[in-house]
């Protein structure tokens, strides 16, 4: 694998497929009393969010504590970057530290792949403005992987605001590189202008696709990076495009339903579609500590995992 984690298009088909069976080794040890590896005692994981995070934060946290690593968290609100402080200088200072690994969000595309060239540790990019979400992407492959098998030939189809979705687009790369054929649906206006350009099919009708579709991934509209009308109103996007008990029940009895978080029930995805057993929500936060682990451990590791081993700590 490359150095650093900025995008999935980093991956290759090879590299994809270890992270997911390191993942599913790693996820071994969710069911012990002691829940933690000394595989990366001794390295230090900052986690550096310049926007508000719970999943990912946590996520990447627990992960790394897992693995024995330290953890440094450092947020924004509060920092010297509240002060005016650069990128670019923040970077500086967690390189003086000694950092090992760097774990960043933050709301300009383009920042993590700016941070690689600053620092001498690993840059893993947990989300940047409507970019990448690598990792999402890789344990969203993981769930899928988990329940319906391998996905060379699955039928995926993402529904919602693709335009300011960067779990769509890492989505999208990713589950091309493994093989899976993808179809994203939503209405023109939230599609991005180059979708042509991305290896996959365009609809604009959710209803023709159900029937045909192994897996539905719902995404979340993003009102607070649009800065314009993009639909008519909430209830006539939720009419056309939201997936509802009834469009549930037009999918193949093995599909499964997806979500990436924070869900706006009611909208994107019904309460009872939300809740039912076909749904993979909670699998998707519980395997993304597993996912993020393998990462961590790939990038920072670099010997077999002690899967057999407990921490002493």
């Not at 694998?1 to 298009?9: G, P």
């Not at 005692?41 to 719970?54: I, K």
């Not at 390189?95 to 933050?106: C, L, S, T």
Request: charged share 20%; net charge negative; glycine share 8%.
């Amino acid at each position: 694998m490359n150095r650093h984690l900025i995008s999935a298009a980093d991956l290759s088909r090879d590299d994809a497929l270890l992270v997911l069976d390191t993942a599913e080794e790693l996820a071994q040890i969710a069911g012990r009393s002691i829940k933690k590896l000394p595989t990366l005692r001794g390295r230090t994981v900052v986690n550096l969010f310049f926007e508000d995070s719970t999943r990912t934060r946590i996520s990447f946290e627990a992960a790394a504590k897992r693995l024995s690593a330290d953890v440094i968290n450092f947020s924004a609100k509060g920092s010297s970057v509240s002060k005016g402080e650069s990128l670019k200088d923040t970077a500086l200072t967690l390189e003086a530290m000694g950092a090992d690994g760097v774990v960043i969000r933050h709301g300009a595309s383009g920042a993590p792949h700016r941070l690689a060239g600053w620092v001498q540790g690993s840059v893993i990019n947990a989300g940047d403005g409507t970019h990448e979400h690598p990792t999402q992407a890789l344990l969203d492959a993981f769930t899928m992987r988990r329940r319906l098998g391998e996905l060379d030939g699955r039928r995926v189809t993402i529904v919602g605001d693709v335009l300011h979705s960067r779990v769509a687009r890492s989505n999208v790369l990713l589950l091309d590189t493994l093989g899976a054929d993808i179809t994203v649906v939503a209405p023109p206006t939230l599609l991005p202008v180059a979708i042509d350009t991305w290896p996959c099919s365009v609809s604009y009708d959710l209803d023709a696709v159900l029937a045909k579709s192994d897996v539905i991934m719902m995404l979340r509209v993003q009102q607070e990076r649009m800065n314009a009308a993009y639909f008519p109103t909430v209830r006539e996007y939720s009419r056309r495009y939201g997936l509802t008990a009834e469009r549930m029940a037009e999918l193949p009895e093995h599909a499964i339903v997806m979500h990436p978080g924070p869900m706006n029930r009611g909208v994107e995805i019904a309460a009872e579609v939300a809740d039912s057993v076909r749904s993979t929500i909670v699998d998707q936060v519980a395997n993304g500590v597993s996912a993020r682990m393998a990462v961590l451990y790939l990038l920072l590791g670099g010997s077999e995992p002690a899967i057999g081993q407990e921490a002493t700590q």
